[in-house]
């Protein structure tokens, strides 16, 4: 009986039902060990900051030597001294100009972390709208078989009855081998797409939720200046390539500070060791000395006079850079939104040639049962229908990630944007397991 409980709550564990966009994403990034992965390593990163805090501080350390020695007479005796020594940089440009740049380091890894959480809201996204996609294609095409098998008995019955030539049977037969094909294709197809989705979130899924029927979202969007506006603001891209320009004005920067001076202070004290036993904590009998050492550089073979010209291009370089990447931004938010416009008008045409292909099809079986319509023209409306669905939902599903991708790009993907999405998945959908994750 343990072991029957221990059994249902793995099976419990690793099942999900009822999975919508914000869930998958939730339970992705909190069971996939390439996101936890990614996740540390930024983590990792942004720890060179707090090193290079480090290095402004003062440093402390000890030591101990002691020898014993061994006279003729067989006498022994032994010296030894105990060092505590501290170092205080006062000014020192090296540190300063490391902690400057880990700084804008820390910044880069932040935005390099929020790129790749966009990138791979994204591909779970695309995960989980191909799984539904390949689903409605697999059920069309499962649908459609049976109305070819249906098709093809009714051919078979009226051929017996003289009604129908072996013509006409044959014409039945060969669609509903193609339609067999079809389907273990379509079967294929959907079990690679729901396992890819569940190897992403580790975890069986047996129900999403997807795209009620006969129906298209309508997201509202500004208008097309407010989104390149609000793209030149707010996308990481820019960002990023902002941050990049600081740092390049902070690395030319530093090469003027090399020839500043720099400041250190050292203190040690000294004591015997035989004074430090007796007298462990007096400072009366030992040594101390205070330095003060000012180091600066004076010529180095022309080497910071080199380093100032490469930081000098790089900087500029990176002023074109910056500028390059404000039209780039501008084009990809412009191309974005096209390809969102043209699936949204794929998604309208879809949905008026389903309903089209849907009353041609009732109308032909019609025909069909008064005498009236050739196989042929049975057979051309049951696969007209079978991808003018396919078709809908590929186009709904596509006009989604559409979405989600301009979102991306104008830098406003985000929580409220995965729950504008969500609004829409209102239709439960079975999904058929066939693999673990």
């Keep these: 009986m343990k072991k029957f409980c221990a059994l249902v709550l793995i ?17 992705s ?12 390593k930024f983590k990792a990163e942004s720890v060179d900051k707090e090193i290079a ?34 170092e205080i940089p006062i000014y020192n440009t090296k540190n300063i100009n490391y902690y400057h740049k880990q700084k804008l380091n820390s910044k880069m890894v932040a935005l390099n972390q929020k790129s790749f959480n966009t990138q791979h809201s994204i ?17 069309a095409k499962l649908s459609a078989l049976i109305q070819y098998k249906k098709s093809h008995e009714e051919a078979l019955e009226m051929a017996r009855a003289g009604l129908k030539t072996h013509v006409d049977t044959l014409t039945t037969l060969s669609a509903l081998d193609l339609a067999k094909v079809d389907v273990v294709t379509a079967k294929n197809n959907y079990n690679h797409t729901l396992k890819v989705l569940q190897g992403k979130v580790d975890s069986i899924i047996y129900e999403l939720s997807g795209l009620q029927e006969m129906t298209i979202p309508e997201f509202v ?13 707010n996308s990481t891209r820019i960002k990023k390539s902002a941050l990049k320009l600081t740092q390049a004005r902070q690395a030319l920067s530093s090469t003027y500070s090399q020839i500043l001076p720099a400041v250190k202070l050292s203190v040690t004290h000294t004591r015997s060791l035989d004074d430090l036993k007796e007298n462990t904590f007096s400072f009366d009998n030992g040594s101390t000395e205070a330095r003060l050492s000012v ?31 404000l039209y ?27 309903k089209s292909s849907e009353a041609s099809l009732n109308a032909i079986n019609e025909k069909s ?47 409220k944007a995965i729950a504008e999405v969500n609004q829409y998945l209102t239709a439960q959908v079975a999904l058929s397991v066939v693999a673990g994750p």
Excluded at 13 to 24: I, R, V, W, Y
Excluded at 371 to 393: P, W
Aim: glycine share 4%; hydrophobic share 35%.
């Design 11 to 27: 099976w419990i564990h690793h099942s999900c039902f009822g999975l919508d966009l914000a869930k998958t994403l939730e339970l």
């Design 29 to 40: 990034r909190s069971k996939d060990p390439g996101y936890q992965s990614s996740m540390l």
């Design 53 to 86: 805090i480090s290095k402004l501080l003062p440093s402390i350390s000890s030591s101990i030597s002691g020898v014993k020695s061994y006279s003729n007479d067989n006498d022994t005796f032994s010296v030894g001294n105990f060092r505590i020594s501290a």
């Design 123 to 139: 591909d779970i996204a695309t995960s989980y709208f191909d799984a539904l996609n390949a689903q409605a294609s697999y059920s």
């Design 221 to 233: 969007l500004p208008s097309i200046q407010d989104m390149i506006q609000q793209g030149l603001q």
């Design 295 to 325: 180091t600066m550089n004076i010529f180095s073979g022309l080497e910071d006079y080199h380093e100032n010209k490469k930081q000098r291009l790089n900087y500029h370089a990176s002023e074109n850079e910056f500028q390059d990447e």
């Design 328 to 354: 780039s931004i501008k084009l990809n938010i412009e191309e974005e939104y096209s390809r969102y416009d043209n699936a949204k008008q794929r998604a309208i045409a879809g949905l008026s040639a389903m």
């Design 369 to 415: 049962l008064a005498g009236t319509a050739t196989e042929v023209e049975v057979m051309s409306a049951i696969t007209q229908a079978t991808k003018a669905e396919e078709n809908f939902y590929r186009a709904n599903y596509d006009l989604i990630k559409a979405f989600l991708k301009l979102k991306a790009a104008t830098g406003a993907l985000n929580d």
